[in-house]
């Protein structure tokens, strides 16, 4: 309920601050739910023009449902703005016992069409890969979704629009590109490309004669039966100029909308900022946030306000430990893996070797991760791409204990050379096969040390290449 609060005071009260005279100050809010006048709340405020009561107002009391919440303010004249009121509906507070245990979706109004999906009873499910849409037609449609929990309980309806393309056929290509800012159409640039579906244009932008502030940058393709995409549109902010000699030489950072609270820090002069590894978040409440951070040069310029959106976690009592984790690929989370440790540690640094599942197709994909404390929380999954190749290994041992140790390594492996013998070549090469190291040695003990040089951690494989045979091992270098 808190997160929605937010969202109406946020799109109501600019409205409110616009009646205000321009001379006068905010002295006093008083806010009230739906027609209940009598039990309005007051709430003083610094006199101000600019005002910010979110967390003074308190919702506990409503019953689950569809409410108003109605706000107006007073000046330092003691006069009174119009009231300003905003419809919201209070979900019921949810236990973390529950969990989705079936969806349903349908397209536009068509409800009866609905499609459904039971689920294995989690808290987290993706539906993205799951969705038919084929008997949509081309064009603007609206999807809508709603969950049911374990106690029988329905969400409300989420709705989000999107646009059905035409269907793409195998031959098409790219053949022109054009772009044009803002409403500039008549001022458009137009690319000819040599015939590819995909088409990188970064670097053929030219930008040079739009001016310092915020624009919006229009971009459509046409395929060799000159049919055109839709206009695709991206708002960007053009800097000014950075003169050579331009450094940084402080940055100040604050957490939503506490702008008077921020933290200025003074930084060596240098193009490139480094953040305290830890920010002072200790005060924040549980829940959703915003950090927002800005630089000055040399010449006192400020740069524009960047924000990234975090979750601060409650705050653990005690020693906590990883006590588990899972894994999953692409969107798959229903085939997740999950790996209990022997001996929770905090911090744990992952060391294992894990299998890309056989039925997974050649090229790009997503590896997804989280970590499960001592109270059974969750973290957020770590993500990160990779590429399926068709690249092969021999099994990491292989007749007569050829084998190496320690594995993990760092900086030394022992080799035992089982039934290899005479001058073998050693090698280490990176998982999609580039050369990193290499060496010739003569077999002339059980153990012999191979001297790694510095590497990065990660998975490598040791090839072991004799007169009548060949042993590839994969080592971990942590």
């Not at 971009?219 to 100029?241: E, G, L, M, T, Y």
């Not at 191979?450 to 990660?458: E, F, N, R, Y």
């Not at 490598?460 to 045979?469: A, E, S, T």
């Amino acid at each position: 309920m808190n997160h929605f609060k937010k969202i109406i005071l946020l799109i109501a009260f600019p409205f409110l601050c616009n009646l205000l005279i321009a001379q006068t100050n905010v002295s006093l809010m008083e806010y009230w739910f739906d027609n209940d006048f009598v039990s309005k709340q007051p709430v003083a405020v610094s006199s101000s023009k600019t005002v910010n009561i979110l967390e003074s107002i308190s919702t506990s009391s409503l019953s689950q449902g569809l409410h108003t919440i109605n706000m107006r303010a007073k000046d330092d004249t003691g006069n009174w703005s119009v009231v300003h009121s905003q419809s919201f509906y209070k979900n019921k507070v949810l236990s973390e016992n529950t969990s989705i245990t079936q969806l349903e979706y349908w397209i536009d109004g068509n409800y009866s069409q609905k499609q459904s999906r039971t689920t294995a009873g989690s808290q987290d499910y993706i539906l993205l890969d799951n969705l038919d849409l084929s008997t949509v037609t081309t064009g603007l449609h609206i999807l809508n979704i709603r969950a049911k929990d374990n106690l029988d309980r329905w969400s409300v309806v989420h709705s989000q629009f999107f646009y059905k393309h035409s269907d793409y056929s195998e031959g098409k290509k790219i053949v022109q590109l054009e772009y044009w800012t803002d409403n500039q159409y008549a001022e458009k640039i137009t690319s000819d490309v040599s015939g590819s579906e995909i088409f990188t244009m970064l670097n053929e932008l030219k930008l040079t004669n739009v001016s310092q502030g915020l624009h919006t940058l229009n971009i459509r393709a046409k395929d060799n039966s000159s049919a055109w995409s839709i206009v695709h549109s991206q708002s960007f902010f053009k800097h000014p100029d950075f003169s050579n000699g331009k450094q940084i030489i402080a940055y100040e950072y604050w957490i939503d909308n506490q702008f008077d609270n921020r933290i200025e820090l003074e930084n060596d002069a240098s193009s490139i900022v480094f953040l305290p590894k830890e920010l002072s978040l200790s005060d924040l409440p549980v829940g959703l946030h915003t950090l927002n951070i800005r630089a000055k040069d040399n010449s006192s310029t400020w740069s524009v306000v960047h924000s990234q959106t975090f979750y601060q976690n409650a705050a653990i009592q005690g020693e906590n430990k990883i006590s588990a984790y899972s894994y999953w690929f692409d969107s798959n989370l229903d085939e997740s893996t999950l790996v209990l440790l022997e001996n929770p540690a905090n911090p744990y640094e992952l060391q294992a070797m894990i299998d890309v599942p056989s039925e997974l197709a050649l090229g790009e994909h997503t590896f997804n991760i989280r970590f499960r404390d001592l109270t059974e929380k969750w973290s957020i999954a770590v993500v990160d791409t990779f590429t399926k190749t068709n690249v092969t290994y021999l099994p990491d041992i292989v007749a007569n204990q050829v084998s190496v140790y320690p594995n993990p390594f760092e900086t030394q492996l022992i080799l035992v050379p089982g039934d290899l013998f005479g001058e073998i070549n050693v090698e280490l090469n990176d998982l999609q096969g580039k050369l990193i190291w290499s060496d010739k040695i003569n077999i002339e003990s059980n153990e012999i040390a191979l001297q790694i040089p510095v590497l990065p951690k990660g998975v490598y494989v040791i090839k072991l290449k004799g007169k009548d045979k060949t042993v590839k091992i994969k080592v971990i270098k942590k």
